[in-house]
């Protein structure tokens, strides 16, 4: 099976200082890539522990008696790791969006590029499909999902003209959403605009916001002190939620002041922004969106 490059592999491991007996957790499996760089820094007693809910990603299985692939959503990290004996751990990596596989495989329904199903599950057993949305959500439901997670200026009316359009007839594939969301798509910024309601869509049908978030707060929860967290986003909805998370332990509000007035804040900022460069992106088309962030448990 065919999954591409790992983003920022060298950047996104490094930042982790992976020492030699530590605990450590990849929860963006995906092709193992970031896993397996991972391991070749552990020693003999150096654990990994990996997490994918695609079931496709359990076909690039790590065969080491130090790694184990837990076919779940990272949400429940916590629960899983307890699960499996482990409280806390000396890193953390997630590379988070679409995997290179999902978008490349048509009948998934995450690329634009194909006409497919509306499907975009990342875990093909979830209720909710991008067909559901698309067909059964209420016309302010919809633009609610374009307004905040597609950031799409016409989300109101977009929503407006597929309620119109489905009590004809349902629509059920991505040509059909195509010609339904015609008069938004002007030949020069179609793609940019069907790659923002794609995005939203998908990021509402696997509640990518939700996950993020539930994933960062126990994350801080199960690190070690002195322990670090490396997360890659690939749009400005992640990537202000970990920068935010990173710079004040929480999503909104302030951080609470120590006695001398300075704010206490659980992580340190070992990088605050690295992007890919132009050779990375040159050979690997979806790096050109990363934006990686590493962060340091006080």
Not at 38 to 57: C, Y
Not at 97 to 123: I, P
Not at 150 to 171: C, F, P, S, T, Y
Not at 224 to 243: A, C, N, P, T
């Amino acid at each position: 099976m065919e999954y591409h490059n790992p983003v920022l592999l060298k950047e996104t491991v490094g930042g982790l200082d992976i020492k030699p007996d530590g605990v450590y957790v990849d929860v963006t499996f995906g092709g193992g890539g970031h896993s397996r760089e991972i391991m070749s820094h552990l020693g003999e007693k150096g654990r990994l522990i990996a997490f994918d809910q695609d079931e496709d990603a359990l076909r690039n299985v790590i065969d080491d008696s130090r790694f184990l692939l837990i076919n779940e959503n990272f949400r429940n990290i916590k629960r899983f790791l307890r699960f499996h004996g482990i409280r806390k751990v000396d890193g953390i990596l997630a590379d988070l969006g679409v995997s290179s596989h999902q978008f490349d495989v048509a009948e998934r329904g995450f690329s634009t590029r194909f006409d497919a199903e509306l499907d975009m599950r990342m875990n093909r057993k979830g209720d909710l499909s991008a067909y559901h949305v698309v067909n059964e959500y209420e016309e302010q439901e919809l633009k609610r999902v374009f307004l905040e997670y597609g950031e799409l200026k016409n989300g109101g009316a977009m929503a407006n003209v597929i309620v119109a359009a489905r009590k004809d007839k349902q629509i059920k594939d991505s040509d059909h959403l195509k010609q339904v969301l015609a008069k938004f798509l002007p030949a020069h910024k179609s793609n940019k605009i069907l790659a923002q309601i794609y995005q939203a869509i998908r990021i509402e049908v696997n509640q990518e916001m939700d996950v993020l978030k539930e994933f960062l707060e126990q994350s801080l929860e199960i690190l070690e002190i002195g322990g670090r967290l490396s997360v890659i986003s690939y749009h400005s909805l992640e990537d202000r939620l970990v920068k935010r998370f990173f710079r004040n332990g929480m999503f909104e509000g302030e951080p609470e002041r120590d006695f001398f007035g300075n704010f206490e804040v659980p992580f340190k900022i070992i990088e605050k922004l690295i992007v890919p460069n132009a050779e990375e992106i040159a050979i690997n088309n979806r790096a050109r969106s990363a934006k990686l962030r590493v962060a340091e448990k006080k």
